[in-house]
């Protein structure tokens, strides 16, 4: 087998804490496809010859805190955020569907949702959902990929609070090959509604998260990332 990294990882990725990667031969650790986020505390990755850390990642939600990536012999960290098409996504066991999912007072988060309206619909397709989690947290609404036939057939609101008519934080009608950032909500409430014109082929996937703070990407806090060839 071709040996890529010192750790590599496919899924879901392991528990790194106090670990010290020197010298590796190719990458210090690479995470790729992860299924979940993950937190690197403590780790020391050095003298690679190639990253220190590579993820490529469909889910996000990367923590690296405490820790020290140095002198490896390219970038020291690159994340590569990697949104799956609908074609991509041959077990869809753990999507549920946007218009007909029952929130309940204990749900759990994160939330994999699709929608999906095919070109004989002879009506307008209109849902809605109000997401709730514990007070203190907040919601954010991943848009992760959208395929229509036509451009701005489909819209999405979505608003801080729990009706439609509180402070909206986007109402964007839909197009291919757009990129729309994240929302988030400033209280424990968020309310998503969705609208699809009649005959509009479209399959949307949408994420819901829950936490204490916005959800991210990548976050890198109280780390050093120095003297790499990147």
């Not at 890529?4 to 496919?10: D, L, Q």
């Not at 923590?63 to 690159?78: H, L, V, Y």
């Not at 009608?173 to 757009?178: D, E, G, H, K, V």
Request: proline share 3%; glycine share 6%; with cysteine.
């Amino acid at each position: 087998r071709l040996v890529s990294a010192a750790v590599e990882s496919i899924g879901v990725p392991p528990v790194l804490r106090h670990v010290t990667i020197d010298y590796s031969a190719f990458t210090g650790v690479n995470i790729t496809r992860s299924q979940s986020g993950f937190h690197f505390h403590d780790l020391n990755v050095r003298r690679s010859r190639g990253f220190g850390i590579f993820v490529n990642s469909s889910f996000g939600a990367a923590m690296i805190e405490n820790s020290n990536i140095n002198e490896n012999g390219a970038d020291g960290i690159r994340y590569v955020g990697h949104d799956l098409r609908f074609d991509e996504r041959t077990d869809r066991s753990d999507v549920r569907d946007f218009c007909t999912l029952a929130i309940t007072a204990g749900q759990t988060y994160p939330i994999e949702l699709q929608v999906e309206q095919n070109e004989f619909a002879p009506t307008q397709m209109e849902c809605e959902q109000i997401f709730t989690t514990q007070p203190g947290n907040v919601l954010t609404v991943h848009f992760v990929n959208f395929v229509l036939k036509t451009n701005e057939t489909a819209e999405v609101l979505v608003t801080d609070g729990n009706t439609e008519y509180d402070r909206e934080l986007i109402d964007w009608t839909a197009r291919n090959s757009t990129k729309v950032q994240s929302v988030t909500s400033t209280r424990e409430y968020i309310y998503v509604r969705f609208k699809a014109q009649p005959r509009s082929p479209v399959i949307a996937f949408l994420r819901i998260t829950a936490g204490p703070h916005k959800a991210f990407d990548l976050n890198v806090t109280h780390t050093t990332v120095s003297d790499n060839g990147g």
